[in-house]
């Protein structure tokens, strides 16, 4: 499987980036998938959106759920705007919602099982103007905010979206989904859970914190492929390797 590039992008003095490995745990496909929006799209001016994606690897096809839900926002996102003068939160809600319904359709084009469909979404919303940022959590996942990390987890039992199909967008975004606000973050990363599955082969003192490491230190920023390198130098160097499958994007805002 090839693996997804890095990415880059400056707007407004931010830095975007990204990262998605595949987990020792699943020999074939990498179950996670990702997705920013490019700065030439109508979301890509005020507000930056990004979102990781975690397949369920007890259901069927997880590698394709996680891809289909990026690659749905992705269409939703060519073909919508956001609201005209109207809060973050409202932005944020109307795109979660558009992506549901949309994302519902093509999993019934396709005649899905609910078994295919099994992801969770964390969907972020960052507004370059307000300097604010909302997070959708759909599931579980990771976030690390400046200093302060978030953990959602649900006994490895999360609420999938698909359980909900039978429901209207503004149900389950309400019922289902947390929401997440936070006011002029310097750092902000969403991650699938795989974040938290690293293992020592070799332990040694010196080695950092993985999650630390990849969501919160900023050494490197300047290079375009920071997440990338040090997740080699975690690999390499340090002999710590993820068991579940990864995907990360991360945002420093200056």
């Known amino acids: 499987m090839e693996k997804q590039a890095p990415t880059f992008l400056n707007i407004l003095l931010m830095q975007i980036y990204t990262l998605l490995r595949k987990g020792e745990g699943h020999p074939v496909f ?18 930056i959106v990004a979102a990781v994606m975690d397949g369920c ?17 992705q269409k939703v996102l060519a073909h919508s ?27 019934k084009l396709m005649q899905l099982s609910t078994s295919e469909a099994l992801a969770t979404l964390l969907l972020m919303v960052y507004d370059t103007t307000a300097r604010k940022a909302a997070v959708r959590i759909a599931g579980d996942g990771v976030m690390m905010v400046d200093n302060k990390l978030y ?3 649900q006994n490895n039992t ?23 606000l936070f006011e002029n973050p310097k750092n902000i990363a969403i991650s ?18 993985p999650m630390r490491y990849l969501l919160q230190d900023e050494t490197m920023q300047q290079i375009p492929t920071m997440l990338v390198r040090k997740y080699n130098i975690l690999r390499s160097k340090h002999q710590q390797a993820n ?3 990864l995907g990360i994007v991360r945002l420093l805002c200056s």
Not at 32 to 37: E, I, R
């Open 192 to 209: 699938t859970d795989g974040v938290q599955t690293f293992r020592a082969l070799q332990p040694e003192p010196s080695s950092p914190n």
């Open 30 to 47: 990498c179950e996670d998938f990702l997705y920013h929006t490019p700065a030439d799209r109508p979301w890509g001016g005020r507000y």
């Open 57 to 73: 690897s007890s259901g069927k096809d997880a590698h394709f759920a996680s891809t289909l839900m990026a690659k749905v926002l």
């Open 81 to 107: 705007a956001p609201l005209p003068q109207d809060t973050l939160v409202a932005q944020i809600d109307h795109l979660a919602t558009h992506w549901f319904e949309a994302w519902k359709h093509s999993c």
């Open 151 to 153: 953990e959602v987890d």
């Open 243 to 245: 068991y579940d499958d």
């Open 158 to 180: 999360p609420n999938y979206p698909a359980y909900h199909w039978g429901l209207e967008a503004i149900d389950w975004l309400r019922e289902h989904t947390q929401l997440r």
